[in-house]
């Protein structure tokens, strides 16, 4: 079955630890997409990918990074600048002839 | 940039009956608009959509959704909500160029 995974479910980490949020997709989509939920406040667009290799900085960029290696793969990177981690992530990505969004599970990230 | 607002935060309603969750859109052209459900811990799944066309789309599970222009709504209904519809809904936005926007969420409770 083509879809999105996320690993892990759940994540914990010290404050003051990066982590790294895993996302895989075998739909062939060129656009993957990073959100973080958070109560009330809808999704927000971290960072978005268009192609391999290249990336943009969404609403709220400050405090994590992406990489694109591989156009299966786009994983995201919450570092210690980031002033309020706990959240819960969204990977998808986008068929480009539909503009259908695919969403993988999430990742719950509780940072102490 | 386009925005979206969803003016109701919480909806209940009882099994059974009507529903309307309300969307409303801010976008220089006609967008692309998008419905999703989420339930809890879980990605968003895709409803239903609207490019162009009829301006009155069917989504899954029973749910519709019109295309307002001059009032710049897209308003998701159904006709009677069953318990298991119970989860929350994100009304979205696109561009073009794959920049999409959520809005913040209506959660929708079904009273037994």
């Known amino acids: 079955d083509g879809g999105i995974t996320q690993s892990p479910k759940y994540l914990f980490r010290k404050e003051g630890q990066n982590v790294t949020l895993s996302c895989e997709q075998n739909l062939n989509h060129d656009a993957m997409y990073w959100y973080r939920q958070d109560p009330g406040q809808g999704l927000r667009l971290i960072y978005y990918?268009?192609?391999?290799?290249?990336?943009q900085k969404g609403d709220i960029a400050e405090g994590y990074s992406v990489s694109r290696e591989k156009k299966e793969s786009f994983p995201l990177t919450v570092t210690s600048a980031q002033k309020n981690p706990t959240a819960f992530y969204l990977c998808?990505?986008?068929?480009?002839?539909?503009?259908?969004?695919?969403f993988g599970p999430g990742t719950r990230l509780t940072v102490t | 940039a386009q925005s979206v607002t969803q003016p109701d935060i919480h909806i209940t309603v009882s099994e059974g009956a009507s529903l309307e969750l309300r969307c409303n859109y801010s976008?220089?052209?006609?967008?692309?608009l998008f419905w999703y459900v989420q339930s809890p811990g879980q990605g968003l799944q895709l409803l239903l959509k609207?490019?162009?066309?009829?301006?009155l789309v069917q989504g899954i599970k029973g749910f519709e959704a019109e295309f307002k222009r001059s009032q710049s709504s897209f308003n998701l209904r159904k006709p009677s909500v069953h318990w298991s519809d119970a989860a929350e809904y994100f009304c979205a936005v696109g561009a073009g160029n794959n920049d999409m926007r959520f809005g913040a969420g209506t959660r929708l409770t079904v009273k037994p």
């Open positions: 990918s268009q192609i391999v290799n290249d990336f």
């Open positions: 976008y220089g052209a006609t967008p692309y």
């Open positions: 609207y490019f162009s066309g009829d301006t």
């Open positions: 998808a990505s986008i068929d480009q002839w539909s503009y259908e969004q695919y």
